[in-house]
């Protein structure tokens, strides 16, 4: 009769919980910046796009009178 062992139920070492921690800490910062710069990158393309309507209507109420 073999014993089967879950590897959920397997005892972890305080350096592969530590390594688990940091891999997940990592994980968690580069989520944060990759986020970070998308929200900047949405920024800038808000900004170019209200640039260019304004110039639009600049344009057209100028041609308009």
Known sequence: MSSVIK????????TSIRQNQLLMDFMQMSGDARNAEQDAALAMATTKESLLENSLKGSLLVKTG
């Open 7 to 14: 590897i959920s139920d397997m005892p972890q070492t305080q």
